[in-house]
Each structure stands twice: as C-alpha cells, then as structure tokens.
C-alpha cells in the first residue's frame, strides 16, 4: 500500500507536468495556425487548494472560440461525490488538461480533449479522458484521418485499446433524448486503474498526437467555402453541444458540483447557438447526412 | 382513502380542462399582441400513455419564439422517479401547461410559467409551478406591475401565499454557480397537497391573471428604443437561462428522464445565445445593474 501511494504521487506530479507542457505546446501550435488572435491567460485559484490556467483565444480568423485549461485541484470529497464514486475516501486529488475548439466555419470540425489523473486519499487512483471530433458536414476523409490518428496512438501501447474506447466513446457521447451522438467520435476512457505507470505512456503520447489528429483538418478545410446557411446549421447543430455539456457532460458536472471556477468550467460551450423548434433538414441535404451518420456508431477505420 | 380518490380523479379532469382552455386563451392573445406570426401546433403523443399539444410562434414582430404546451400523460413510475420523491406508488398522471415566451427586444423580458396537477396511483396528489420574469435590463416598474398582479391574485386566496412563494421562487431560480438568480422572479410552489380543491381555484386565478401580469409589460416596452449593444447583451445574458434550463429544472429533466417529446420539453431554450469566456459588463452600465440586482433577492411590493 506504501508503493502504491508513492508510486501514484509520482504520476501525479508527472501528469500535472505533462498536462501544463501540452497546454504550452498546443496554445503556441493553435496560435500559429489562427494567425490573428492570441490566448488570453486566466490563473485563478479553487476555493479548497490548488488552481487552474484558462486560456481563452476568441474572434480568431480559424478559432471562433478556443479554449484550453489546465487544473490541479485537491479537497474534500463532498458526501454526494464519495456516494457516486462509491468510495469511503475523504480527499481527493485532480488534474487534467481540457480543450474545446469552436471553430468559426461550419466546414471545420469542433473538437474536444481531455485527460486528466485522479488520486483519493485512500491510495485509489485512476486516469480518465479521449478525444472526440463534433462536424457539422460528413467529410469521410476527415474522420477517417482523426480515428486513424488515433487508433495509431492506440495500437502503439495495446491493440485492445482502439477498439475498447472507440466504442465507450460512442455510447458516452451519445444524446438518448435526440437519439443522435455529438459527432462522430473518437476515444473516450475512464477509471483506469491498472498499470497506472505505462498507462501514464500513452496518456502522454495521446496529448503529444492531438495536433497531428486535429490541425491536418483544418488545414484541409480552412479554405472550403460556405455561406449563411451552412453557418446557420452550425449554430442550430451546436446546440447539442450545449445540451451535453450542460445535461451530461461527467467533468462539467464534476465542477459545478465541486464549485470549480465557473468560466473555467463553462468556457467549453459554443461561443453562439440557436435553437430552432423542430428544425428538420430538408431530405438528401448535406445537413440531413450528417444526422444520419450520427444516429448509428460507423467504424472509421 | 376512498372519497380521496375520488376528489383527485375529479380535479384531474378540471385541471386539464383548465390548462387546455388557458392555452387557447394565451395563445389568442399573444397572436393579438405579436400582430405578426401565429402559432404552429404540434401533437404529440406520450409513449406511455396521453399526450401534448406544443404550439411556437416564432420570428413574430413582437416574440423571437414563443412556446405554450399542455400535456397529460399517465404512466409507470420509474425507480429512479419513485425514489426520487420518496413513494411506492407504481404509477403517475401529471397534467399541465407550460410556457416560456423569449422576445426579441431587449427591453422586454422574457417570461415563464408553469401550472401542473400530478396523481399517483397510491391517492396522493399535488399542484405545483409559478410563473416568474427574466429582464434584460432593470425596469423598476415592470417588475413591480409583475409582482404586484401576481401578490393582488395570490391574496385573494391566502395573505400567506405571496411571501411564502415569492420567497421560494427567488431560492429555485438562483444559479448557484452564478451568484445570480435568473431573473427578478415571481413566485413559485410544488407539492402543495392540502385543500386541493380550493388551491385549484386559486392555479385557475393565477393562469387567468398570467396575461394582466405580462402584456402592459409588453406594451409598455415595445417601442423603446436599443441597438446592437443591448441585443448582443441579451444573447449572453440568455445563456443563463439555457444553463438554468439544461442544469437544473426540474420540468425539462422531468421530461428528458420519462422520455418526453424533446423538442416540445426543449422549447424552452432561448432561439439565440451567445456564451462569451467572462463577460463583465462595464462599471456603472445598465447591463451592470442588471446582475447588481440579480445578486440579492428584493422586494418588490
């Protein structure tokens, strides 16, 4: 039991490292790529010990709105949350990194990341997060590139990987009450428990792959043209993310609950969304293909 | 037991009668006011059992969307319901109407109510809802014309119903994770199981008075005067109200839960929102007066 706790603070100072070395590289990387606006820098601090850094980039000529927070918080474990977790531990330990990129043109995707590595007082610890891609059109080519990107990251530690959190990742994002996942997908894991230290690997290679996933289709996409209508469908369709992220979304409720900094929690929400009622593409529209590819998990790759 | 039965069955009979005729009195009247659209109507039916009628004007002169909705539906309880409110019965019948009206100026708030009656099959029995008012900026005597309609019907039966549930409606729609509540309120109740018959009379007053409450607002605002500054602000500061919707109302997780028809429970959801990464209005704006307000339940009659 000693080992195991010593073995969990040491990932726990290397995943806090990890996760403010990416937050670093991926704002440069995303900035360089924006080419007009900037991340703008929030520190602040939780209530019970510990913080965060909110970087913010909005406006931008890619990104309409980016975000990219890091966090290490430590505290009490609320009654409500040692029920859910079903543990007796009485503090808890959290650090992630979590990234939302809302891009400004409806041709490029919306993407979402996150890992972070959680401890309990009680030696209990366990990594969790993924990487997930939010379209608003089907280009196959596309999702066919992130899957695959991913995949490889997978396959490179355990063949059983891919095909064990593409699938988690399917089911967790999908909106029973729309019938409709959020997009299409990607790697989603939590509660991983076993073999913390090798775990940490490919945790640390998923941050490192994420550009190479994402960056390629915005490049590829950056110049497709659209008009209003295609931006009007955006703003409907990110609707969805909003109701998941406000109805189901585990790490926004987490923070609520953990009165974590609003902003900071909130700043994955579309930067503009419309809900139209019983809005119904017209049939064998691009917009109509898309809610057909979401409504049935697809294997990319 | 027996007789109690009886009184319930009688009242749910009446309550749906009520809502149903509260509909089409409403709906007439903002048809009048909005002198431009009209409303849709969608039925619906329950996958249980009963059914809705959604109707939504939207993009009229005076109402951006407007959504009135009755239902009654009957059903089994689920487990998660059940315990949820503490019973062994094994089935519900819930009556009601509901409606959210989102303007297009910014001068004039937007508005909510709710009226419901609900039995279970075990004899118990209650009314709850309210209606409540959320402006974008302060208009001192539009929320006393508000408070004081809904005070002058709630004395009419009992000189402890206005504080009783004005109070508890400035508790259910504050935002915690905000600091803020929703809007300047009005007044809200739930489970009120005693003098059924009697507390119908007063729902019925309070669906009736619903329109002297809101129109002189209506009226009185439509011709003031705003640009692109308070229009931007009343997308952000809707973003409020689509949390408060998707992160805690009971009704819409209600719905979402017992798998309602979810464009008619997500109707609710302003047409357009914005979500800005830590807007603050500037010192000594309007826009700031607003959320000084919201900070601290006032009186207002």
Partial sequence: MQSETQTATALR?????????????????????DGREVFRE??????????GITRILQNGCIFEKAGVSTSAVSGALSDLLAGRLNTDAKEFYATGISLVLHPSSPMIPTVHMNLRYIELSNGDAWFGGGADLTPYYVFED??????LTLKNICDKHSRE???????????????KHRGEARGIGG????YVRENLESFFLFVEDLGNGFLDAYIPIVEHRKNEPFGKPEKNWQLIHRGRYAEFNLLKDRGTLFGIET?????????????????VYNYQPAL?????????????AKEWV
Same sequence: chains 1, 2.
Avoid: N
């Avoid at 995943?15 to 360089?32: K, M």
């Avoid at 929030?42 to 913080?51: E, L, N």
């Avoid at 596309?142 to 899957?147: N, Y």
């Fill in 13 to 33: 100072d290397r995943s806090t490292r990890l996760f403010r070395g990416l937050q670093d590289l991926i704002t440069s990387s995303l900035e360089a790529v």
């Fill in 42 to 51: 929030d520190d602040w601090t939780h209530q019970q010990s510990g913080g």
């Fill in 142 to 147: 596309d999702a066919r590139h992130f899957h």
């Fill in 161 to 175: 990987y891919y095909p064990h959190f593409k699938k988690w990742c399917d089911e967790y994002f999908f909106l």
């Fill in 187 to 190: 790697i989603f894991f939590d």
């Fill in 259 to 275: 009165r974590g900094r609003t902003e900071s929690i909130l700043m994955s929400l579309p930067p503009e969304v419309k809900w």
């Fill in 284 to 296: 064998g529209s691009r917009e109509e293909e898309l809610l057909t590819v979401l409504r049935h």
